[in-house]
T-cell receptor, first 115, second 111 residues
Framework: GAGVSQSPSNKVTEKGKDVELRCDPISGHTALYWYRQRLGQGLEFLIYFQGNSAPDKSGLPSDRFSAERTGESVSTLTIQRTQQEDSAVYLC?????????????FGPGTRLTVL | GEDVEQSLFLSVREGDSSVINCTYTDSSSTYLYWYKQEPGAGLQLLTYIFSNMDMKQDQRLTVLLNKKDKHLSLRIADTQTGDSAIYFCADLTGGGNKLTFGTGTQLKVEL
């Protein structure tokens, strides 16, 4: 594929349920990022994967949030026991290497609504 | 932590210049970016500037950086209706691995 893809594009869930969001980065991109964008706000960094290094999880807002990445491909962001404040657009980005020298390409996002 | 601030809204007439401003707090920022977000679309990188530069020009876009005041601006010359979007500034923090975004400036171009 030409760009970063994310699925589902929209997810509506009930409070307390778990959700999984998927990101397919651009092939060959070693770095992958997850961000959260609440309505009317900028993006908040959540987590960063780079190759085989330990991920930078410093942006995860609580232990209900976790993410995994299989090698240098697909990543899933899991939110357990969802709360209404988790409602947001979750954006994934990938880059060839570290952000310092490489542009981050963003996917279209997954809009999560927690009822 | 790092804080990036932008004004929320800007309205200009078609053909005029637009200037979108941004301030940041991290003095160790190395790269600063401008992203464009159109309705229903992902973020698109418009341009970036390295922190040792004062200005960068790319066609209709001019980026000015005042590192002393930690102020970044994006000037769009001859603004068109297709420029209507939300513009985010962002800087590279956290050892160079993560972007800190401003809240975004909604640019509205009127005929």
């Amino acid at each position: 594929g030409a760009g970063v893809s994310q699925s589902p594009s929209n997810k509506v869930t009930e409070k307390g349920k778990d959700v999984e969001l998927r990101c397919d980065p651009i092939s060959g991109h070693t770095a992958l990022y997850w961000y959260r964008q609440r309505l009317g706000q900028g993006l908040e960094f959540l987590i960063y994967f780079q190759g085989n290094s330990a991920p930078d999880k410093s942006g995860l807002p609580s232990d209900r949030f976790s993410a995994e990445r299989t090698g240098e491909s697909v990543s899933t962001l899991t939110i357990q026991r969802t709360q209404q404040e988790d409602s947001a657009v979750y954006l994934c980005a990938s880059s060839l290497g570290t952000a310092r020298n490489n542009e981050q390409f963003f996917g279209p996002g997954t809009r999560l609504t927690v009822l | 932590g790092e804080d990036v601030e932008q004004s929320l809204f800007l309205s200009v007439r078609e053909g005029d210049s637009s200037v979108i401003n941004c301030t940041y707090t991290d003095s160790s920022s190395t790269y600063l970016y401008w992203y464009k977000q159109e309705p229903g679309a992902g973020l698109q990188l418009l341009t970036y500037i390295f922190s040792n530069m004062d200005m960068k020009q790319d066609q209709r876009l001019t980026v000015l950086l005042n590192k002393k005041d930690k102020h970044l601006s994006l000037r769009i010359a001859d603004t068109q209706t297709g420029d209507s979007a939300i513009y985010f500034c962002a800087d590279l923090t956290g050892g160079g691995n993560k972007l800190t975004f401003g809240t975004g400036t909604q640019l509205k171009v009127e005929l």
